[in-house]
């Protein structure tokens, strides 16, 4: 049982949060501050943030950012049924924009994820009141719930930079009177940090109930806070430094999750995105959700409209992998095709597949005509499922769904999701993230291709479910480890750097964390153009589309935010 899925209705006179995904419900009844004064309250408080992590509203969407981080990372084109579906997150795609700070998404984003602090900071704050004679589990509690405010700010740091930075000893009454301008961009990274040390320190190392971080979550999203603020920006948002101090932490931080956390890669890729096998050995931390709960007739459940336009399931088509993403996939001798990868024929079709040599991970990420929909041979893909091919083309992503017939998948009419979790810490990415920090750092070159080739390693051992019903293989797949003077150059650190770049994207695409990356590491604009330059003369909704330096690697503030604190909060960088 999902013990953390659980959804308590729990209204404050404070808050009075909805208990729903559409977060515009009327409360059923309103509990007294006073009553809420004891442990038991508390821990349902606590429940009722973790919920709120699950929240998936189509335009009140919380932590998955699949559209920020794939869509705007030309992982995936928008899908559904044309530019004006959604007509908002095809801005953000093309980064063309009018009017882009009145942008009512955003704001929505914007507000959602302070909904999630607010439920974070209830709870907080009336854990903190009592003794731990009182409330045993009380820094435990307190530990989870920092755990989940970096959780919830990192996303708000990720898509705009600057933000107000709240905690739970700021009254209600003064919220508007915090500056989303009062700290620097490594003093807001150092907010986040301070909340993942704490939960670090006062984490057990196992926990009872799925769902809970553990000790070794926490230092794994410790190691991702580190990374992510080692690459130190300018105003402008130009990388101009690389941490050391951090990455040497990083790199110490990944090492002990990989050796001590007991978390072992699947030996199949799939086993990452199929239901039967979640919270498995390689989910280090994860989002929980359910298709069954005894609270609500649908339960807390995920992805409404990535899924195809057919009988089995029935909307939305969005997240529709891009060709140029597709491509990358292409091999030259068992490792990535750098040079050529989009030149020539594409990766994006049944006859392709059968004669490219190629990453099986492709199969694990999209799909597209003809092809076996979710490892299932008699489930084949037709062209009718795709809802605006004119306009998108024929691919689907595959990783967040399930098959009609999992015991997980739920119609909510319109709308469609499951109860497949969403793992925001694997085991993978701690990997690549330690020789991310060594490759950095110019040191251990030889342990960071080994980190690197047991994730290819993995890829090359995971084609046993991509067959068609005669148990032929869907693709000509080919990948192999790096092997410096065979089948790729010496393993220098600009070689080494290349390749843990491609690995990430190979191993993560349209799992929304793309974009984040190449800002990070400075190179958005360069290849976000690239991209463009090639990939419009293959859609023509991008003819226009182009990113603008020293601006789009972050949102704007919402106007409507800045109107409601009386223009206290600074605009962006070239907005």
Not at 234 to 242: F, K, L, S, T
Not at 310 to 323: A, V
Not at 450 to 471: C, H, P, Q, V, Y
Request: with cysteine; charged share 25%; proline share 5%.
């Amino acid at each position: 049982m999902k013990t953390m899925n659980k959804i308590f209705c729990i209204f404050i006179s404070l808050l009075a949060f909805s208990c729903t995904d559409m977060l515009d419900q009327r409360p059923q009844g309103v509990i007294s501050d006073i009553d809420l004064n004891t442990p038991d309250k508390v821990e349902q408080l606590i429940i009722a943030a973790y919920s709120f992590c699950g929240q998936n509203h189509f335009n009140k969407q919380f932590g998955l950012p699949y559209e920020e981080g794939s869509v705007r990372g030309g992982e995936a084109y928008k899908g559904g049924s044309g530019t004006n579906d959604n007509a908002e997150r095809n801005l953000w795609e093309t980064f063309v924009y009018m009017q882009p700070t009145t942008s009512g998404d955003l704001d929505n984003l914007w507000w959602v994820h302070y909904v999630g602090v607010g439920r974070v900071h209830e709870a907080l704050k009336r854990a903190k009141a009592f003794t731990e004679e009182e409330y045993p589990l009380k820094n435990r509690r307190m530990a989870e719930l920092r755990f989940l405010r970096a959780h919830i700010y990192m996303y708000m740091k990720q898509c705009f930079k600057f933000f107000p930075y709240i905690d739970e000893d700021v009254p209600l009454t003064e919220y508007d009177k915090v500056s989303n301008n009062d700290l620097t961009d490594q003093e807001l990274w150092a907010k986040l940090i301070d909340d993942m040390r704490f939960a670090v320190a006062n984490l057990p190392e196992k926990q009872d109930e799925v769902g809970r971080p553990t000790q070794f979550a926490a230092k794994a999203y410790l190691a991702k806070l580190l990374i992510f603020a080692a690459y130190e920006q300018d105003d402008n948002n130009n990388v101009v430094n690389i941490n050391r101090e951090k990455m040497t932490e990083v790199a110490a931080l990944c090492k002990d999750v990989i050796d001590n956390s007991g978390k072992s890669l699947f030996p199949d890729f799939a086993q990452n995105f199929l239901w039967e096998y979640e919270n498995g050995q390689e989910s280090i931390w994860a989002i929980q959700y359910t298709a069954n709960n005894d609270d609500s007739p649908v339960g807390r459940v995920n992805s409404w409209l990535i899924y195809p336009v057919n009988s089995e399931y029935g909307c939305c088509g969005f997240l529709q992998p891009s060709t140029a993403m597709m491509n990358r996939y292409k091999t030259v001798n068992g490792v990535p095709d750098f040079d050529n990868f989009n030149m020539g024929e594409t990766l994006d079709n049944k006859e392709a597949f059968a004669k490219t040599p190629m990453d099986p991970r492709l199969m694990h990420t999209a799909c597209v005509p003809g092809m076996p929909w979710k490892y299932d041979p008699d489930f084949i893909m037709q062209t009718s499922w795709v809802r605006t091919p004119e306009v998108y083309g024929y691919s689907m992503s595959q990783k967040m769904i399930v098959l009609p017939d999992c015991p997980c998948f739920r119609k909510t009419n319109p709308f469609m999701g499951s109860g497949l979790n969403w793992d925001v810490l694997r085991l993978d990415e701690v990997m690549l993230w330690r020789a991310e920090a060594l490759i950095q750092l110019g040191s251990n070159l030889d342990e960071a291709l080994g980190l690197i080739n047991k994730i290819r390693e993995r890829a090359a051992t995971s084609a046993d479910r991509l067959i068609f019903a005669d148990g032929s293989p869907t693709g000509k797949f080919d990948v192999q480890p790096y092997k410096p003077g065979e089948n790729c150059p010496a393993w220098d650190q600009t070689f080494a750097w290349k390749a843990l770049q491609w690995e990430r994207s190979l191993e993560f695409s349209s799992e929304g964390k793309w974009f984040f990356d190449i800002v990070r590491w400075g190179i958005a604009a360069e290849y976000m153009n690239a991209y463009f330059s090639v990939e419009k003369q293959r859609r023509s909704y991008l003819k226009d589309a182009t990113f603008k330096k020293n601006r789009d690697e972050y949102f704007p503030i919402p106007q409507q935010q800045i109107n409601y604190v009386k223009g206290l909060y600074k605009q962006n960088t070239g907005w």
